[in-house]
């Protein structure tokens, strides 16, 4: 493999409601960082994995993964993105192309993976998986006055894994003022292109308490 894999694990999960650290809740019976991490060890172009934790549970989450495949823990920060940077800082400077995973999309598919890191290697710079928006969507004020329906068609809604040239996400991250809710926005700051492939329903995001019901299906049709 040529490729190193970022996994941002250490969010607290404060939207699914009281509990463990998000990457630590279970999905019929194991920790989601756990679904995550199988899948990600899969994909042949996978050659390092990088989770950053929780500070508080880094030791715990090397001991849960260990027996899953080989990984590097590192302490999380405050923000996605410092949590991102903390992992990204230990990937060894020979390593061309970086992937950024969420672990809170424990069931992406090793097939992703591949598509997301064959894109790169064909030649772009920043790759993003994504799908089409099925809801209308409206813009609207504080008040809930709508202003106006934007044109769907050219929406995506964005996933991870997202694939890097390894110096264009070190030099997004390094240029990053504000913070930004996925890498790639990063890099579009650059004014680098950022090429989209197609998605999986399977990368959904466990968000909200649904998500999590939504998945303990889907990893169903997945196992
Ligand atoms: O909160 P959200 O669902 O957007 O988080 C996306 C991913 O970023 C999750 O896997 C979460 O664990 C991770 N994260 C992190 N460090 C933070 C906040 C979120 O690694 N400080």
């Known amino acids: 493999g040529d490729?190193?894999?970022?996994?941002?694990?250490?969010?607290?999960?404060?939207?699914?409601?009281?509990?463990?650290?998000?990457?630590?809740?279970?999905?019929?019976?194991?920790?989601?960082?756990?679904?995550?991490?199988?899948?990600?060890?899969?994909?042949?172009?996978?050659?390092?994995?990088?989770?950053?934790?929780?500070?508080?549970?880094?030791?715990?989450?090397?001991?849960?993964?260990?027996?899953?495949?080989?990984?590097v823990v590192v302490a999380g920060g405050a923000e996605r993105q410092d949590s991102v940077a903390a992992a990204l800082a230990v990937v060894p400077g020979d390593v061309?192309?970086?992937?950024?995973?969420?672990?809170?999309?424990?069931?992406?598919?090793?097939?992703?993976?591949?598509?997301?890191?064959?894109?790169?290697?064909?030649?772009?710079?920043?790759?993003?998986?994504?799908?089409?928006?099925?809801?209308?969507?409206?813009?609207?004020a504080a008040d809930g006055t709508v202003l106006g329906t934007v044109d769907r068609s050219v929406l995506r809604a964005v996933q991870t894994p997202q694939g890097f040239r390894a110096g264009t996400l070190r030099a997004a991250h390094a240029a990053a003022a504000d913070s930004h809710t996925d890498d790639a926005g990063a890099v579009e700051k650059l004014g680098r292109p950022v090429l989209c492939v197609p998605g999986s329903d399977f990368a959904m995001k466990i968000t909200?308490?649904?998500?999590?019901?939504?998945?303990?299906?889907?990893?169903?049709?997945?196992?």
Do not use: N, Q, W, Y
């Not at 790169?120 to 813009?139: F, S």
């Open 96 to 140: 061309g192309i970086v992937l950024v995973h969420d672990a809170a999309r424990c069931l992406a598919p090793a097939e992703l993976f591949e598509r997301v890191a064959a894109a790169v290697r064909d030649g772009a710079d920043a790759v993003i998986p994504a799908l089409p928006v099925v809801d209308t969507i409206k813009e609207v």
């Open 3 to 71: 490729v190193a894999v970022v996994v941002p694990a250490a969010g607290a999960g404060v939207r699914l409601g009281p509990g463990a650290p998000k990457a630590l809740r279970l999905l019929e019976g194991e920790p989601l960082l756990v679904h995550a991490i199988r899948r990600t060890a899969a994909a042949p172009s996978v050659r390092m994995i990088v989770v950053a934790a929780p500070p508080a549970e880094v030791e715990a989450v090397h001991d849960l993964l260990a027996p899953v495949a080989p990984v």
């Open 208 to 223: 909200r308490p649904i998500d999590l019901a939504l998945a303990t299906h889907l990893l169903k049709l997945s196992a």
